[in-house]
């Protein structure tokens, strides 16, 4: 009867510290940490977006001449001044725009687009000016994150306010092992994967995200055993001496 009950007394003890270890911790959850076992990223100068094969721009033209602007209204169906179409970056990297041969524009920064395309132009248009810009600036997350297609809405967007639009991270989201796809036009995509609970993420080659990047977070495989909440927590705790409560007085009084 003793024997029994001490039996039964560590295996109650057994679930609670079980129950314990299945619990989210800071530092499995945790962002910004500077734990001696955390992975140390260098820090690597920020490198503008470079227009890619497939990529789209749009672009606008302005102008004094009432009768170019009415051209280039006439071309595009607007009734405006300002000239606006987006076009595809082919595979030789170049875009067919309208009165001009191909212009290669692969390689280059949005800036750096806008000033050839702002050249070709003034050979047209004296006083033109050209504003230019990626049409197709978005990001795809996938995996224990949500799902979905995202606006890069600013240059040098970062890893955390991309998650933050998703709705952040799951806690059973696989922090050690996040993946970005990043293509390189007509080269293989490259996977870069990281450690995101880490501070020196922060001016990382990880830490922001470019046009046309996948943000990809796995499901812990640890996370099954773990409890997400401290209600869920608690209800588990409480669960378990209850049982045991249960199982002593049921042999109190039959024994």
Known sequence: MIAMRKNLTILALLAIVTTLVGCYPHREVGLLQERKNMPVYDSVPYQPYRLQVNDEIIYRVFTMDETIAKTLTANNNNSSSQYANSYRIYADG????????????????????????????????????????????????????????????????????????????????????????????????EVLEFDIRTKSLINSQYYYIYPNDMIYVSREPASFFKQSTYGAFIGIIMSSVSLLISVLTYMNINF
């Open 94 to 189: 170049t875009v067919d725009l309208p009165f001009f041969d191909p212009i290669h524009l692969e390689g280059l920064t949005e800036l750096e687009a806008q000033d050839t395309v702002r050249k070709y132009f003034r050979e047209l248009i004296p006083d033109a000016d050209v504003k230019l810009a990626l049409y197709n600036k978005h990001f795809t997350v996938l995996g224990d994150i949500g799902a979905g297609v995202q606006y890069v809405y600013k240059d040098r967007m970062t890893i955390f306010q991309a998650l933050a639009m998703t709705g952040d991270l799951r806690l059973s989201g696989d922090r050690k092992h996040v993946r970005i796809i990043r293509p390189h036009g007509n080269e293989a995509p």
